[in-house]
């Protein structure tokens, strides 16, 4: 009876974590596609750091991204920001777990303070990026890196355009010097 009420409890959290995730999809038009382990080590290697950076990840999911870079650049401060709360707990939680010091907050891409960033990493979604460009150009200090995987900037000349192998075939990597 013990066994039935655990596994109807976990079921429960699971079902309501996903119901979650679905909703806040519909409302920021965004949909929670986490980039494969294999291209994150990818888009890692696009960001040419040299150890010592601030790296942003604006809609960091489960903070997969940012857990990557500081494994291989311990060093790197790695800050990145979640709007769904279910997918922010499981980063914050996955990254305390594996005891990875990255700062992972609940809070919109449109009010993170970016001044600070060196490099920052982007998978998110053309309804947004028009937006998210007028941010960055107030608040990204000139020569910023920014790497966007799939969905590029409407309004602006990337530097370099890459084709990688993503989850649904090839698709385009675009690197911008703010
Ligand atoms: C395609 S996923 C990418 C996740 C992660 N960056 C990765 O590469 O694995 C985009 C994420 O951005 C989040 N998101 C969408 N709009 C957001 C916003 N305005 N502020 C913060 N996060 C947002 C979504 O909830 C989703 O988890």
Known sequence: MLLIDFILGFAC???????????????TGVPSVPTPHRLVR??????DLKGNETVFDLGAG??????????????VTAVGCEIVPTLWFWGFLRAK?????????????FTMDIRNADRVFLYLFPNIMEKLGAK??????????????????????????KIVKGRFGPTKVFVYRW
Do not use: H, W
């Not at 959290?13 to 409302?27: C, H, Q, S, Y």
């Not at 960055?136 to 355009?161: A, K």
């Open 97 to 109: 777990v594996l005891r990875i010091p990255i700062e992972l907050k609940l809070q919109s891409a």
């Open 136 to 161: 960055f150009d107030r608040e990204l200090r000139p020569g910023t890196m920014v790497v966007c995987l799939t969905f590029p900037f409407p309004n602006r000349m990337p530097v370099e355009t």
């Open 62 to 75: 489960d903070g997969r991204f940012l857990t990557a870079v500081k494994k291989r650049y311990p060093k």
């Open 42 to 47: 990818e888009m890692i290697t696009m960001l």
């Open 13 to 27: 959290i699971v079902v309501f974590g996903l119901l979650m995730i679905t909703v806040a999809n519909l409302f």
